[in-house]
């Protein structure tokens, strides 16, 4: 073990709203590394583990009187037409039949999982995702939120979280309406980029009137938030183009925005080889874009929530931030908190008690499994102690920006400077290019480490140490 490192004394408390772009920074730190939806990542669950540990482990969790927050991931594969820069595991058809297939499957699910978690469960949160989710037709989106709510307890509206990721292209404000029936109250729309060139590029022709009015529909019919997604990155998007998107995007003020990199893995997605990667912009153009994003958002009122999110003042994710309740979790940054997560359908990665969990990915594994009678897992991992005391750390970065080295040595019982001997060292490399400051008392992450904040988590990850090849993950920024 590494000799313990000596800490500074305590200094001031900087403001960590604050947000500092130093490109020449970001150019020379930015690699590869993990998103942290989790810790540890996908990529180190095994398939040692299996139905009888996760069986054991939700019951154990959910068997008593007391009643439990739960949240609801269901993942909806198909999709009318491919985007060639998605990484999503998804079917391309235009044919319902298949979800009327895949929506008999998934009420097996249900029926096999509700068991473990009722009645001792309550959702308070849950998510479509996919895919898209409204590819279902509506008589198919009113069958599965009815099965859903037929097997659990639901919090009502005004305490849960209900969403849904929105295809403008392929909604129309009946359908919106139908949503805030059946109980959503958030939508994430996906629009990546206005610009119709772009937009060619990318196989994803969307204009501005189609998403416009589905942002009308959802504030009609009782939508609490609204998010935006956009993607820089992508082939022949030029700085002027983005800034005519982001335009347009803060003109229809939605109270969440995610600028998301994109991410070119064409060895790990075949549908990204369609794209041409001559018309890629430079990591150079991407960051004046990205720069350009920034700025545009602030001036607009939008504040920085972390990783790529804004969120407007009033929203629930920046008042989360400012309490220090901030999460996040395998659909991004949450106001709940550590909440245990349920997921269906294939590719699903969910969270029971102190292990996570992925069922398998392809709808034949999926049915043939379910036809036997069994849950439909892949694989999964049981934390252990030390897992849990990382994942706590990379949690607290990724959302506050800050640890209490104090209350971390109360909780866990260790020394930090003595456990974490060689992330001292390495975290020192970082506070000496202005990212942190390390003393006695805390971790503090800068205004110029905040983009680069999974750059600091990714010390903490004893997992990298293992020599996983980087090239698996998206650029840190």
């Given amino acids: 073990m590494n000799a313990p490192c000596t800490l500074p004394s305590h200094q001031d408390n900087v403001d960590v709203q604050a947000l ?31 139905e009888a540990d996760y069986r054991r482990l939700a019951t154990e969790r959910f068997s008593g009187p007391e009643r439990r927050p739960l949240s609801l991931y269901v993942h909806i594969p198909f999709c009318n037409t491919i985007c060639y820069y998605c990484g999503c595991n998804k079917i391309i058809t235009k044919n319902k039949a298949h979800a009327e297939v895949y929506l008999d499957y998934l009420e097996r699910e249900i029926a096999l999982q509700a068991p ?3 009645p001792a469960a309550r959702v308070e949160q849950m998510h ?22 037929r097997h659990f307890d639901f919090a009502a509206d005004d305490q849960g979280e209900y969403s849904i990721e929105i295809d403008p292209r392929k909604v129309e404000p009946a359908t919106v309406a139908l949503l805030g029936k059946l109980g959503f109250n958030r939508m994430s729309l996906g629009v990546q980029d206005f610009d119709p060139a772009v937009q060619q590029a990318v196989n994803r022709l969307q204009s501005e009137e189609e998403t416009l009015r589905v942002i009308d529909a959802a504030r009609q019919h009782g939508f609490r938030s609204v998010s935006i997604d956009l993607i820089y990155g992508l082939p022949r998007q030029t700085l002027p183009g983005f800034g005519a998107t982001l335009d347009k995007v803060v003109a229809a003020r939605p109270d969440r925005l995610s600028i998301y990199n994109y991410a070119h893995l064409p060895h790990l997605f075949k549908t990204q080889r369609q794209i041409n990667e001559d018309e890629l912009p430079s990591l150079d153009q991407k960051l004046d874009i990205l720069s350009l994003a920034i700025s545009r958002l602030s001036e607009a009122g939008y504040v920085y929530i972390g990783m790529d999110h804004f969120a407007l003042p009033d929203d629930e994710l920046a008042i989360a931030q400012r309490a220090g309740t901030l999460h996040r979790n395998f659909q991004g940054y949450s106001t709940h908190d550590d909440i245990d997560l349920l997921a269906l359908g294939v590719s699903g990665i969910g969270k029971v008690g102190n292990s996570y969990s992925q069922n398998v990915r392809g709808t034949e594994d999926y049915y043939a499994l379910l036809d036997a009678g069994q849950l439909p897992l892949l694989r999964g991992i049981t934390l252990s102690r030390d897992d849990e005391l990382r994942r706590s750390l990379i949690q607290q970065l990724m959302c506050a920006f800050t640890l209490d080295l104090a209350a971390i040595e109360q909780r866990w019982d260790i020394r930090f400077t003595d456990y974490f001997a060689w992330e001292c060292d390495k975290l020192a490399t970082l506070a000496a290019d202005g990212l942190l400051t390390l003393d006695r008392q805390r971790l503090q992450v800068l205004p110029r480490g905040r983009l680069l904040v999974r750059n600091i988590a990714m010390v903490f990850d004893r997992y990298l140490r293992l020599g996983q090849p980087m090239q698996r993950y998206s650029k840190t920024i």
Avoid at 20 to 37: C, H, M, Q, V, W
Avoid at 39 to 46: C, I, N, S
């Fill in 20 to 50: 500092s772009f130093d490109k020449a920074l970001i150019e020379r730190l930015a690699g590869n590394g993990p998103r942290y939806t989790s810790y540890p990542t996908a990529d180190r669950f095994h398939d040692q583990f299996g």
């Fill in 116 to 118: 473990l978690f009722s």
């Fill in 128 to 149: 479509f995702g996919g895919g898209t989710p409204t590819f279902l037709s509506d008589a198919q989106l009113t069958r599965l939120v009815d099965a859903l709510r």
